[in-house]
């Protein structure tokens, strides 16, 4: 009886130390990466846009981080949500060479923080990391219809998707999206200014609406 007793006792500690360190990794991430959600606007963040796309831009929200740069939300013409943010990247950085896109169902695990993206089409979260210096950057997509459209300091890309994610430097996705409906439009854009390179997402907010494939590719400045 005694021996039952104690490897019950076993057993409950065990399965709170397991508990224990699941919880602890994200509530760690989350005070070290001090998030704090704010309506502070950042006019480099706007001026991606064209002037009349700028007047119909209306921010929703801003993700401010210790350890990444703003991540703003923003709903455009009342029908789109678009998410902006930058990261550094090196001289080199090539947009052939360090951007990939597959159309292969990505790994989209849920064991790390994400934060939850404004959106109608189903659930698109955003990964609490650190981000440092990007030299690649991965999107893989379980979907149909990529087609891709560039500059000399630009590329967009849109796809009908399932399900997709965006990686940065070949470590767990930072932004990972999902639907249930049979397929959902997505584009996202990289913007390259200096030592920065911005990045853009544009789905739909208003299911009524369609986003054609040059859509978010118009309304940036060239």
Do not use: W
């Amino acid at each position: 009886m005694k021996n039952k007793k104690i490897i019950k006792r076993l057993i409950l500690c065990i399965f709170l130390l397991i508990i224990f360190f699941v919880l602890a990794k994200p509530i760690y991430t989350v005070i070290t990466n001090q998030e704090t959600l704010s309506k502070n606007e950042f006019s480099d963040y706007k001026n991606l846009f064209n002037k009349q796309a700028q007047s119909n831009l209306k921010l929703f929200n801003t993700i401010q981080s210790k350890s990444r740069e703003p991540e703003s939300q923003y709903i455009y013409d009342n029908d789109y949500n678009i998410f902006l943010t930058k990261v550094h990247i090196s001289n080199s950085f090539n947009f052939k060479k360090d951007i990939s896109v597959q159309n292969i169902m990505p790994d989209i695990k849920t064991d790390e923080v994400y934060f939850p993206i404004c959106s109608f089409i189903g659930k698109i979260d955003l990964k609490s990391i650190s981000i440092s210096l990007v030299k690649e950057i991965r999107i893989d997509f379980n979907g149909q219809n990529l087609s891709v459209d560039t500059t000399q300091n630009q590329v967009s890309y849109y796809f009908d998707f399932k399900s997709f994610s965006l990686t940065l430097n070949n470590t767990q996705p930072y932004i990972i999206a999902k639907t249930e409906k049979a397929k959902c439009p997505a584009a996202i854009a990289f913007v390259r200014k200096g030592e920065f390179l911005y990045v853009a997402l544009m789905t739909l907010a208003n299911s009524n609406k369609q986003l054609s494939h040059d859509q978010l590719y118009n309304i940036l400045n060239k």
